[in-house]
């Protein structure tokens, strides 16, 4: 397989975004995109990082990436890893690029003493969901996602 990893560096930004774009789109979500190069510098590469990025590169060229961060669970007290967004260009796909970087992610999981990895689906993305399940992952259907964005967060950040 000619798939190499490595660290996203600041000078990957505009295929980052372009990444994201792509998944956006792929989501029917491109509406909602509004992530630029310059607010992604600021938040993954300023003075406080909010996320990393692992960019798989197939036969010389980026093909895909994952974008994760650090959470915690209380309940293991220990960190784990959230996936927020694993996207491979359709061109790419099918060459084992997803599988690398849930693999890679896996690995920093144990390396770094996680307690979990875990991300989200959208519940229609079944070729996501199957392929999800066959490396074992369990869905969490007891859970319900809760989302304050826009005019909603600001007006909650303003109660008193």
Not at 4 to 9: D, E, G, N
Not at 111 to 125: F, I, M
Request: proline share 2%.
């Amino acid at each position: 397989m000619s798939v190499t990893l490595r660290i996203a560096a600041e000078s990957d930004l505009p295929v980052i975004l372009s990444f994201i774009e792509g998944l956006a789109d792929y989501e029917k979500l491109r509406h909602a995109c509004v992530a630029t190069e310059d607010a992604l510098r600021r938040t993954l590469y300023g003075e406080r990082r909010y996320a990393e990025i692992i960019i798989a590169d197939h036969h010389g060229v980026s093909a895909g990436f994952a974008l994760f961060f650090h959470n915690y669970s209380t309940f293991l007290a220990k960190p784990g890893i959230y996936l927020e967004d694993l996207f491979v260009l359709p061109a790419h796909r099918g060459a084992g690029i997803g599988k690398a970087l849930l693999i890679e992610l896996a690995r920093l999981a144990v390396e770094r003493d996680c307690g979990r990895l875990e991300w989200s689906v959208l519940d229609w993305n079944e070729p996501a969901i199957g392929f999800y399940k066959s490396l074992g992952a369990e869905t969490q259907d007891e859970w319900t996602i809760f989302r304050l964005t826009g005019e909603a967060l600001k007006k909650l950040a303003q109660s008193s």
